[in-house]
Nanobody, 117 residues
């Protein structure tokens, strides 16, 4: 089970911090990722972190977003700074074994991020 939270409406240049609580069976051994899906676009991976803390970011968010995880709390975070209108999307977390292939299985409900003045 995956439960995302922390989204909202923010002005360009603003910040948000997303949280994702995962069941222990999902979180304990897997690299985790934050994905997003904008209207009319495919879901894409934007940030990934393995269990040891090594991170990867899509070019579109590099330098603005920071992914982290608390293994004791089975929780992943996405700190989003300098937000742009093009960051508007529903954000999801899930396992992230691949940088290019979406994971199979169920997804959470996601959390809406809207960047607008």
């Amino acid at each position: 089970q995956l439960v995302e939270s922390g989204g909202g409406l923010v002005q360009p240049g603003g910040s948000l911090r997303l949280s994702c609580v995962a069941s222990g069976s999902i979180f304990s051994i897997n690299p985790m990722g934050w994905y997003r899906q904008a209207p009319g676009k495919q879901r894409e991976l934007v940030a990934r972190i393995d269990r040891g803390g090594t991170t990867w970011y899509a070019d579109s968010v590099k330098g603005r977003f920071t992914i982290s995880r608390d293994n004791a709390k089975n929780t992943a975070y996405l700190q989003m700074n300098s937000l742009k209108p093009e960051d508007t999307a529903v954000y999801y977390c899930n396992v992230a074994w691949s940088l290019t292939v979406l994971p199979r299985g169920s997804w959470g409900q996601g959390t809406q991020v809207t960047v607008s003045s």
